[in-house]
Every structure is written in structure tokens, then in C-alpha cells.
């Protein structure tokens, strides 16, 4: 029996304690899988947006002998300064994946860990230039507390003796009256449309007749004149857009040699620099990119 009471405990502790197991579970098998999907998200259209940008590395210096892990490099540092918040470092050691296969422990596997360094930081560079790492940042508004007045004290100096000075008493002045209000100004006499009569001045047993005063009628306002037609509204100019000139993306580092003047141009439509086999001919370039097409 002591079995069955442990087995019952077991499954009635949890409500037991109320609701806050099953809201954290919640939380975790819902709320959690939703914020790293969308973390996989943006890092896939970024590492997109890389690839897209290497591309354009290659058009424009199709004569640089990149590696495969200046390539994997330069992707890796444009998307940590965009998605993670890099401050423009390169990392002290490459990722496990080199530091873990045997062919990275040779002369040429170690110039080959120098390339993703290289890499590394040429993405970053990159990154940078294309002025995309504000719109993917969070604004913060943080409250503006006032310091007030600046704080100082002032020390009185002592005489020899090492006395100091005695404080003058502070006298206030005395409080001025407030001036006196000056006198309304007397109401103006309103003037009558008719005026007393002279009957009314004589007294009442005067045989004057009352006398009154015609009133003028107002001059006519002379009538307004006609106001001009608003001139027709001006046809508005032909905008012409220009065209945006192709952007110049920062050049390579210096440890990333040229092929040398023998070694044909290889097709920038590669990810990588193919190298055709001597007395080839040479590969066609794009017309989009003079400077590969001038090489």
C-alpha cells in the first residue's frame, strides 16, 4: 500500500500547487518554439542577403583568389554584426568544425584558418557599409532625470590667527507698497439723435414749437470691384529619376593575394574562383561589370 499512497501524491502534488506548472509548461512548449523559429528566420533571410552580397564581392574583384573559408568567414561575420550584435571583433578562435579535422592542423590548413579571419572580418566590413544594423535593433526610451543646479560650498578664509571671520548679519530690505490704483477714467457722453428741443429749453409755458434736427441718410458704399481671374495653374516639370550608380563595396584585405598575369580570368558566376587550366580560353564576364570585363 505504501506504493500506491506514493503514486497518488505523485500525481495530485502538481495541483496541488495551483497553475503555475502548467502556465510554465505552456510557455515553454509554445511561447519558446515561436521566439527561436523566428530567431532561425531572420538569421536564414540575413545569411540570403549575404550570399547575394558575395556575389556582388566577386563581380567586382573577380581577380582575388578567395577560399572556401574566406567565403563561409564572410558570411559568418556579416550576419554577427546585423543578427547578434557584433562590435566589429573578430572572434579568438574559428568555429569547432575547423578546430576539429586533421587537415587544419598543416601548414596550409593554418593560412586556411587565416582566410576565415579574414573573411570574418571582411563581412563585418561589409556589414557596416550597408548601414542595415538600425533597422534591426530595438529602440529603447530611457527617462531624462534632470541633475538641477550644480552643487559647490564655499569655504570663508581664515585669518592668521586661524579664526575665520564672523558673518555679517543678513538685513532684508523692507517690502514696498504696492502702488495705488489710479482713478477710472469718466464715461464719454453719448451723443443723441435728437436733440433737446427748444420748447423743452424755454419751459414748459414757452410757445415755441419743438425744433428737430433731420438726420442724414449714409452715402451709399461705392460698389466693390470685380477681382481678377486666377491665373491658370503652370503645367508642373518632367521629373527625370537618374539612374543610382553601381555601389563601390570596400576592397578586399591585403592578405588575399591575385591570381598572377598568366592565370586567366576566372567566371565571377561562381561562388568561388574556379581556375581554368593554362591556354584556356578566357571566360566570358558580364557587360553589368566594367572593371571585371577590363581585367
Known amino acids: 500500500m505504501r506504493w500506491k499512497t506514493v503514486a497518488l501524491a505523485g500525481a495530485l502534488g502538481p495541483s496541488a500547487l495551483g497553475c503555475t506548472i502548467a502556465q510554465n509548461a505552456t510557455r515553454t512548449l509554445v511561447n519558446e518554439a515561436h ?54 571583433s573578430v572572434p579568438p578562435v574559428p568555429p569547432a568544425k575547423y578546430t576539429r579535422h586533421k587537415k587544419y592542423f598543416t601548414e596550409e590548413g593554418q593560412c586556411l584558418l587565416k582566410d576565415y579571419l579574414l573573411g570574418f572580418k571582411y563581412g563585418q566590413d561589409i556589414a557596416v557599409a550597408t548601414g542595415k544594423r538600425q533597422f534591426l535593433t530595438v529602440p529603447v526610451l530611457l527617462p531624462v532625470v534632470d541633475d538641477g543646479p550644480p552643487q559647490f560650498t564655499i569655504v570663508p578664509r581664515a585669518d592668521a590667527a586661524g579664526r575665520l571671520p564672523t558673518p555679517a548679519p543678513v538685513t532684508m530690505p523692507a517690502p514696498t507698497p504696492p502702488p495705488a490704483p489710479a482713478p477710472a477714467p469718466a464715461p464719454a ?51 527625370v529619376i537618374p539612374m543610382a550608380p553601381a555601389v563601390k563595396l570596400p576592397a578586399p584585405p591585403a592578405g588575399v593575394p591575385e591570381f598572377p598575369e598568366f592565370v586567366p580570368t576566372p567566371p565571377v558566376t561562381d561562388e568561388l574562383p574556379i581556375v581554368p587550366p593554362n591556354r584556356a580560353e578566357l571566360p566570358v564576364v558580364p557587360p553589368s561589370h566594367p572593371e571585371a570585363a577590363g581585367k
Open 35 to 88: 521566439v527561436v523559429h523566428s530567431l532561425h528566420g531572420v538569421e536564414h533571410t540575413l545569411r540570403s542577403e549575404g550570399r547575394a552580397v558575395w556575389k556582388e564581392v566577386r563581380a567586382q574583384y573577380p581577380r582575388r583568389a578567395f577560399t572556401a573559408e574566406f567565403r563561409d568567414g564572410f558570411l559568418d561575420g556579416y550576419v554577427d554584426y546585423l543578427d547578434r550584435g557584433g562590435n566589429c
Open 189 to 239: 457722453p453719448q451723443p443723441t439723435l435728437f436733440p433737446q428741443s427748444a420748447g423743452d429749453a424755454a419751459g414748459a409755458g414757452s410757445s415755441l414749437a419743438p425744433l428737430r434736427t433731420a438726420v442724414a441718410a449714409p452715402a451709399p458704399s461705392p460698389a466693390p470691384a470685380p477681382s481678377p481671374a486666377p491665373p491658370a495653374p503652370a503645367a508642373p516639370p518632367a521629373v
